[in-house]
């Protein structure tokens, strides 16, 4: 699995959980499944484009800040 997938998911954990999303919640705002979101979390899988779009509106972000990295904390 790519460093950047891994990376992705982290900061994208980071999101859900500071807006106090469950992965549940998020995969329902955002269209897709929950399996999803826990494969994007652990750098198993990537989002499209769209999904992307999607995640960044639903965590009230950029698209750019989904691949920040600002600490090393998971």
Same mark, same amino acid.
């Given at each position: 699995m790519s460093d950047i @997938? $891994? $990376?992705f998911g982290k900061r994208?954990? @980071?999101l859900r959980r500071n807006m106090d999303l469950t992965q549940e919640d998020?995969? *329902?705002r955002v269209g897709v499944s929950v399996t999803f979101i826990g494969q994007m979390e652990r750098g198993e899988?990537?989002?499209s484009f769209e999904t992307l779009e999607k995640l960044a509106q639903v965590l009230e972000v950029e698209v750019? *800040?989904?691949f920040?990295? @600002?600490?090393a904390r998971p």
């Open positions: @997938r $891994k $990376k994208l954990r @980071r998020l995969a *329902e899988n990537a989002p750019d *800040e989904l920040r990295q @600002r600490d």
